[in-house]
């Protein structure tokens, strides 16, 4: 009750609602996939393929846990609850900590997998199988599945386990790409196990068990009013960044951003995936995915190989400032000395992008070609994008935690969304003209030509910025005012 009262009385209630319908739409259309799925693998495994179903799935289940960690990892949030006005209530700690764990039992990510594996079972059963271990097998497989539910609790809120079990991943994975080691092996024995011998179930059932009362225990330890209050006493370090007095007000302002960028938590991640952003032109550059291996999705990789600073920081520009915004607000600052120091950190964040991708003159000059044609576009046009969206993102940010680096729901609403666009399908959209009309090379020259112009006419743009950010100041100020 206390939820639903805080959702229909937000400011953001609209954009929420809105929300909430995209995600029910999304949700309903990989149910019916899954669904779908789940139906037919069986056939497609034993007749097209001539493999053994139940084999050959026990084989990837190491693949299909990792994949549904990493996008829980990624996108599932962690149990929030307001709980200060609940602690001076005669409400139990475990029943408050039982109600955040509850909610996520009944999480689409948990419930997803039902759409796949129960019509799999159901064919497993129809095709003779025996029943007891076809429903052993199903057990544990949803064994694992929350026990994924539970690891991702505690990963989101251990940094080092996080990027511990990412280095494991990637590591795993390039071994089994460059045929070094094949995980899938010895994997294969506990998951097939699961079927061919019945106690191993034991086992998935066992690490559930320890996984909720780790997750459980720790969160109860967690429930006091002033958890997260006290902060540690490290060695305190002066850092003047005098060299920056020279940019005048925009000087000053960088060496805000700097200081911030490097004492908080979640500024902290946004660097950090901006960095694994360098990366995610492998996918598209090393022709190991068909669908990706064609000169429109390579433009498409390259605004991201250059952008991920752009999108993970920029996106949230002024709400990085939104816990003293409202006494900014009070000084006499001309916005366009602040929205110029925003627009310089993300172009020096793109150099410094375009340069440490070097490495994929490794693929070609064409492709480095073409990153560096996307890192002029980023500078010219997407950097001016995001400033302009962040007028409309009203999301205050919580600078001691890490928690929703990637975005957060009301960061969504309709007039962000459509400056979203022209981010990645106007370059696209460029490219392939040029290149319809002449040839490759031609679609690289419109794309950064674009961005050129971008570039020359930044003054008129950042007034038109200015413009915007004005009109919007008190809707964000009051937007900053609400928790939660």
């Not at 493999?51 to 693949?63: A, E, F, M, N, R």
């Not at 990510?109 to 003779?128: K, Y």
């Not at 996106?315 to 003293?324: A, M, R, T």
Request: proline share 3%; hydrophobic share 50%.
């Amino acid at each position: 009750m206390l939820e639903w009262k805080a959702f229909t009385r937000s400011a953001s209630f609209g954009t929420n609602l809105v929300l909430k319908i995209f995600m029910i739409l999304g949700a309903i259309y990989f149910s019916v996939m899954f669904l779908i799925l789940g139906a037919a693998v069986f056939y497609i495994l034993k007749d097209e393929l001539k493999l053994d179903p139940i084999q050959t799935v026990s084989k990837y289940l190491i693949y299909y846990c990792i994949i549904d960690l990493i996008i829980r990892l990624l996108l599932q949030k962690i149990p929030v609850l307001n709980i200060r006005p609940l602690l001076v209530l005669p409400i139990k700690k475990p029943t408050i900590v039982n109600f955040s764990l509850g909610k996520t039992y009944l999480s689409f990510f948990n419930l997803l997998h039902l759409f796949f594996f129960m019509p799999f079972t159901v064919v497993l059963l129809i095709e003779g199988y025996d029943v007891a271990s076809v429903l052993i097998w199903h057990f544990s497989v949803f064994c694992l599945i929350f026990s994924n539910n539970f690891i991702g609790i505690l990963l989101n809120n251990k940094d080092n386990l996080f990027f511990i079990f990412i280095g494991l991943v990637v590591a795993f994975a390039a071994c089994q790409y460059y045929n070094v080691f094949d995980v899938t092996v010895y994997t294969a024995v506990f998951y097939q196990g699961l079927f061919d011998t019945k106690w191993v179930f034991l086992i998935p059932v066992g690490l559930l068990i320890g996984l909720f009362y780790i997750t459980f225990h720790y969160f109860k330890s967690e429930l006091y009013l002033d958890a997260g209050l006290a902060s540690k006493h490290e060695i305190a370090k002066t850092e003047n960044l005098t060299w920056l007095n020279q940019f005048g007000t925009v000087g000053t302002f960088l060496k805000n951003d700097i200081k911030l960028i490097k004492r908080n938590k979640r500024s902290k991640t946004t660097v950090i995936m901006s960095v694994l952003f360098l990366f995610y032109g492998m996918l598209f550059f090393s022709s190991g995915i068909e669908a990706y291996d064609n000169p429109f999705m390579h433009m498409f990789a390259g605004i991201f190989v250059t952008g991920g600073f752009l999108f993970t920081f920029g996106q949230f520009v002024p709400s990085w400032d939104s816990s003293y915004y409202p006494l900014m607000m009070t000084q006499n600052i001309p916005y366009k000395g602040y929205l110029s120091s925003k627009w310089w950190l993300v172009v020096i964040a793109t150099v410094i992008s375009s340069l440490l991708s070097a490495f994929y003159l490794y693929f070609g000059w064409e492709v480095y070609l073409t990153i560096l044609v996307g890192a002029v576009y980023n500078i010219g046009v997407n950097s001016h994008l995001v400033l302009l969206g962040g007028a409309y993102t009203k999301t205050p940010v919580d600078l001691t935690s890490s928690k929703g680096a990637f975005g957060d729901k009301k960061a969504f609403n309709v007039k962000t969304m459509l400056i979203s666009l022209p981010k990645l399908l106007l370059p696209m959209l460029l490219y392939g003209l040029g290149t319809a009309l002449f040839n490759a090379t031609t679609g690289l020259a419109f794309v950064a030509v674009a961005g050129v112009l971008g570039f020359v006419l930044r003054n008129k743009v950042f007034s038109l910025i200015e413009k915007v950010y004005k009109t919007e100041k008190y809707a964000t100020l009051d937007a900053y005012k609400q928790k939660g």
